[in-house]
């Protein structure tokens, strides 16, 4: 994806659905509307120390540290080769105050006890087996007060096929329901002060990627025809999953002074 996403784009991206604001936006702006959407949830973070899990490449947190100017961002992901491109991306801007480290969601081994004021967590819930112990995680690291935001793929309950939990299992997705979210979100002693349905503003912000195909730069017929094959499978699939079993959720909350 990341490397599919740059010939799109011609550079790193961020690796997260689109959010519809106006028909004319890009790729890019439909991404950067939803990390702005997050964002507007939160109280202020200038000044503030902020940590983004699962950050993918890196694009995401430098947006962030840019636009919103926390003292600094620490930024983790399990995927060695995203960190790879986050730290020589970053070291190529002379981007200060950014700090991008291997870490396991599940774990934060590198992360202190009670030292974030910020937690961020946009889109990549989804892929932990054991999301009771990063909400836990998310307890511990955060200073009391502090505020956590989890923008996720949740699950519409229902029977799943033998091929369906297969598939799932293959493609390493772990989905809860809002319910189950609440329910665990309680058991880790974090609070929720809202939760967002944005699915039909994603779903709309797909919507205009056959433009965006259309306006990549060519380079050779090859290499287009099976980006463009391969991006227009995953949209699609994408929006016929929003639209039928899944639901996109921005969680907002806190975890209490006094617990």
Known sequence: MNQSLKRLN???????????????????DAQIN???????????????????????NGVQAKYILRKYSPASMTAIDLNSTNIEIANTETKKQGIK???????????????????????????????FPDKSSFLNEIY?????????????????PRKNTTLREFWKKKMHFH??????????????????????????????????????LKTMKKTNFIDDFFIKIFLSIHVELNMYLLR???????IVGDKPFKS
Not at 38 to 56: A, F, H, N
Request: charged share 25%.
């Open 34 to 56: 939803l990390t702005d959407f997050c964002i507007s949830r939160l109280t202020p973070m200038k000044g503030k120390q902020v940590l983004e899990i699962g950050c993918g």
């Open 244 to 250: 039928s079993r899944r639901q996109y959720c921005v």
């Open 175 to 212: 989905h809860w329901s809002r319910h189950k979210y609440e329910n665990e979100l309680f058991k880790a002693r974090l609070n929720i002060n809202s939760l967002s349905d944005i699915t039909k503003k994603v779903i709309h912000g797909f919507k205009n990627y056959k433009y965006w």
């Open 10 to 28: 011609e550079e790193y991206t961020m690796l997260h659905y689109p959010y519809y604001q106006k028909d004319n936006d890009s790729f890019i």
């Open 97 to 127: 105050n950014i700090s991008f480290q291997i870490d396991d969601a599940q774990k934060l081994s590198t992360i202190e006890s009670k030292s974030m004021d910020f937690i961020l967590s946009i889109e990549s819930a989804f892929h």
């Open 140 to 156: 511990r690291v955060l200073k009391p007060g502090g505020s956590f935001l989890i923008a996720d793929i949740l699950t519409i």
